[in-house]
């Protein structure tokens, strides 16, 4: 099992930055490939940005790339999501979850593929 806990939202104007943290506990975190999703309402939870467990791979949604930077410090048991440039339609809740445990190096923008999940954190983004 694998306890997820993310913090770091709130409230910004267009073109300003934030940084999401999400702390996990449990199993080794290591082990765990990492995700971001996002979910405005009435719309699908959506893939973000993902990264692999050792950091060395990273994948980005289109509609992010440039913008946001997930990393993760294996030592801290912490991933984040570095979100620069904002605009009101990165508005959401976003989530961090885990993937599979194992020791294969590969990211995945599946939502499926994702064992664990935390209760999310509202990011707003005003015009």
């Known amino acids: 099992q694998v306890q997820l806990v993310e913090s770091g939202g709130g409230l910004v104007q267009a073109g300003g930055s934030l940084r999401l943290s999400c702390a996990a506990s449990?199993?080794?975190?290591?082990?765990?490939?990492m995700g971001w999703f996002r979910q405005a309402p009435g719309k699908e939870r959506q893939f973000v940005a993902a990264?692999?467990?050792?950091?060395?791979?990273?994948y980005y949604a289109d509609s992010v790339k440039g913008r946001f930077t997930i990393s993760r410090d294996n030592a801290k048991n912490t991933v984040y999501l570095q979100m620069n440039s904002l605009k009101p339609e990165d508005t959401a809740v976003y989530y961090c979850?885990?993937?599979?445990?194992?020791?294969?190096?590969?990211?995945?923008?599946?939502?499926?593929?994702?064992?664990?999940w935390g209760q999310g954190t509202q990011v707003t983004v005003s015009s």
């Open positions: 449990g199993r080794t975190f290591s082990n765990y490939p």
């Open positions: 979850a885990a993937g599979k445990f194992g020791y294969r190096e590969y990211v995945t923008k599946m939502l499926g593929d994702y064992d664990y």
């Open positions: 990264i692999s467990r050792s950091g060395d791979i990273t």
